[in-house]
């Protein structure tokens, strides 16, 4: 007769093949997606109309400050990545790195 230390054992490592053979095998249903959902609208909604008096009265932004602004932007980034180099070329530790030490026992 067989025992049953060897029967429980046998059937779970059984059950566990059968169940990762099962999931492998068997195809994931696909995900429903819900036809009558609609995502928020994150614009805001346009009351005015296009012809009011407040859309002819918009000026185009002048091309001059267009350029001053990306100039000036185009320098700061270039006096950053002058820093950022030169922080880069040095190493942060020069000698070897110190390991922590053993901390001691608590004594009870």
Do not use: H
Not at 31 to 49: E, V
Not at 52 to 61: L, Q
């Amino acid at each position: 007769m067989i025992s049953w230390r060897l029967t429980v054992p046998a059937v779970l490592v059984a059950a566990a093949i059968a169940g990762c053979i099962a999931y492998f095998v068997t195809p994931t249903p696909p995900q429903l997606i819900k036809a009558d959902q609609q995502s928020p609208s994150t614009a805001p909604k346009a009351t005015g109309r296009p012809d009011s008096a407040a859309s002819k009265n918009v000026e185009p932004p002048s091309t001059e400050d267009d350029i001053t602004a990306y100039q000036r932007a185009a320098e700061a980034i270039l006096k950053r990545a002058q820093n950022a180099k030169a922080s880069a070329d040095e190493p942060a530790i020069a000698g070897p790195v110190p390991l922590p030490r053993r901390r001691p026992l608590p004594r009870p």
